[in-house]
């Protein structure tokens, strides 16, 4: 059917409300917004769903979660009773209609016969992978958008071992959504009925216990915390989300005495009223913050992202100005600190392995090399982590003691399979602290670290792609990349690209071609006779394409001119 056949559809089922059906009304004379509405479904794909909410097949809404957990439940279906008997675990953050929408989830799965455990109220996202593997569910779901603005909804999905979904079944879902009709293959459950007789079982306190008490054993070194606890003051910001209660119970666990919390940004609000982007990348979004801090003499800053997936830190420059540092940076200032405090608590493991993803800085490499730690890349996403994690720990090759990515997400302990706030804020704390009891803030300690180990600059850049013709344009231009890689980058000769399509790599002045491990990913990356890479890759959820850029050099000066040189050229990318 074309956008008008659906639109029309929709506007006569009788699955839609009168409200639903005024919404559609409303555009019956707005032929671009009918189109953007009903020219496809939302794509599945690996992460799920993703999109604005709103009436209509490309949007979020309650018919789509119906029908792609109508297609979830049928792969899950499709692996036998055993699996149907583990059931699916679900939980949900702050936005407008994350809860409606999982409820509508579970009632479906409970439709199907499949047992479901739903969190009785928002929980962070690194909880849902803790319960999947906590009490041995075949899946999970979780509706949240991260921290894409307050029109964005999400349908994440993950699988028995805590990880979000693999290819294999994503595709499968996919598949199915494909070949189920929208409204009239949907098996549902009444909520309360389904409540009453335990096909829906919620979750609560305990499990929240359970998790808590598996982020608490990852502290290293808790008598840092408390030789400065007196003094040593922080300000923590949930963003209106779901690290609301857990983050700050755990620091109080940790033996902070002096968390100080944005009151306007504690409130529950999927409208994020005191932000234009919830997002911890954002210095716009912790002014409330900053004040904060600045009033009450705290050196350290941390807020965590509306479904506490991922953290980010601000901190004082000892000019009495506060910085945020990049994801890039945390994670380095992390993966130092717990091979220290590890190291000085006699708790590192045999054979001690970090893990980071192709986009993340070769710095980090550099500082598990020379602490003796192997270092290994995967694709971006934290399924690839957690995949290589128990890869290698189920080979004996070795133990992950940190994986993170440059899109501040970290990952700590072997409870969760996915980003983690919740662990990451407690280490982060852990390690201001330890710092500030050597009389030094963060800041301090990262300037430490590049005269230790060598100056590194990234950037990150986002070519924003929007309109129907938006995936064209991305992928005519990893082709032309393809077709035609360029010579040099901003005057710097390339010394060889790297396809992670196909695993290729070319010496660009010999012409030699050779292969690499990772293979599979529409990924380019040119690495620049001066050090550096440049990594374009097309986003898996949003309509842009994103360019990173890992620069090294002489000198933090250096290091600037060279990413705002390469940032240039792949401005001209736009075309």
């Known amino acids: 059917m074309d956008y008008k056949q659906n639109y029309q559809r929709w506007l006569e089922s009788p699955a839609l409300s009168q409200v639903e059906k005024a919404e559609l009304t409303a555009i019956a004379g707005d032929e671009k917004e009918m189109e953007s509405r009903f020219f496809s479904q939302l794509e599945f794909g690996t992460a799920g769903l993703r999109g604005t909410m709103g009436v209509g097949l490309y949007r979020m809404n309650v018919h789509v979660v119906r029908h792609a957990t109508q297609a979830f439940a049928q792969v899950i279906l499709e692996e036998g009773a055993e699996a149907v008997s583990h059931g699916v675990a679900i939980c949900y953050d702050c936005r407008n209609n994350s809860q409606l929408f999982a409820r509508e989830a579970a009632c479906v799965m409970a439709g199907n016969g499949i047992p479901v455990r739903l969190f009785d109220a928002l929980r962070p996202t690194p909880e849902l992978s803790f319960a999947i593997r906590e009490y041995g569910c075949t899946a999970g779901i979780n509706v949240t958008a991260s921290h894409n603005p307050k029109e964005y909804n999400g349908y994440k999905v993950y699988w028995s071992d805590g990880a979000q979904l693999p290819p294999r079944h994503a595709d499968e879902v996919a598949k199915k959504m494909r070949e189920l009709d929208v409204f009239d293959c949907v098996k549902t459950a009444d909520y309360d009925q389904a409540v009453a007789d335990g096909r829906i079982v919620l979750m609560g306190e305990e499990t929240d216990e359970k998790f808590l008490a598996n982020v608490m054993e990852q502290v290293n070194d808790k008598a ?71 009033a009450n003499g705290a050196d350290f800053i941390l807020g965590s992202d509306p479904d506490a997936d991922r953290v980010g830190i601000m901190v004082n420059t000892g000019d009495g100005q506060f910085k945020v540092i990049s994801g890039n940076q945390t994670g380095v200032l992390l993966l130092d600190y717990l091979i220290g405090a590890k190291e000085r608590t006699g708790k590192m493991p045999a054979n001690p392995v970090a893990l980071k993803t192709i986009v993340t800085t070769e710095m980090a490499r550099k500082v598990a090399e020379v602490n003796g730690l192997k270092c290994f890349d995967t694709f971006t996403g934290f399924k690839f982590l957690a995949e290589k994690k128990d890869k290698l720990e189920g080979s004996g090759e070795g133990n992950v003691i940190f994986s993170y990515e440059e899109s501040f997400g970290y990952m700590l302990g072997s409870f969760v399979r996915d980003k983690d706030a919740v662990t990451a804020s407690v280490a982060l704390t852990e390690m201001a602290a330890w710092y500030a009891g050597q009389g030094m803030t963060l800041y301090d300690a990262l300037m430490a670290l590049y005269e230790k180990y060598g100056w590194y600059g990234e950037r990150t850049m986002n070519l924003v792609m929007p309109g129907l013709d938006g995936l064209k344009k991305m992928a005519a231009l990893m082709a032309c990349l393809r077709e035609q890689p360029p010579a ?14 196909d695993g290729s790599v070319v010496d660009a002045s010999t012409g030699e071609r050779g292969t690499m491990e990772l293979s599979g990913s529409n990924v380019l990356r040119y690495e620049l006779v001066d ?45």
């Open 224 to 294: 840092a915390v408390e030789a400065v606890a007196d003094t040593f003051k922080m300000v923590y910001t949930p963003f209106h989300g779901t690290g609301h209660k857990l983050i700050p119970e755990a620091l109080r666990r940790l033996g902070m005495k002096h968390v100080i919390c944005v009151p306007e940004q504690m409130v529950i609000d999927g409208d994020f009223p005191t932000v234009a982007s919830p997002n911890p990348e954002n210095p716009e979004g912790f002014a409330l913050a900053v004040e904060l801090a600045k």
């Open 531 to 575: 050090g550096t890479s440049v990594i374009v890759r097309p986003s898996g959820t949003e309509p842009k394409v994103k360019v990173y850029i890992l620069a090294q050099g002489v000198s933090q000066e250096d290091c600037q001119y060279k990413v705002e040189r390469y940032a240039e050229w792949a401005e001209g990318l736009k075309g």
């Open 488 to 501: 040099d980058i901003g005057g710097t000769a390339v010394a060889q690209w790297k396809d992670y399509r």
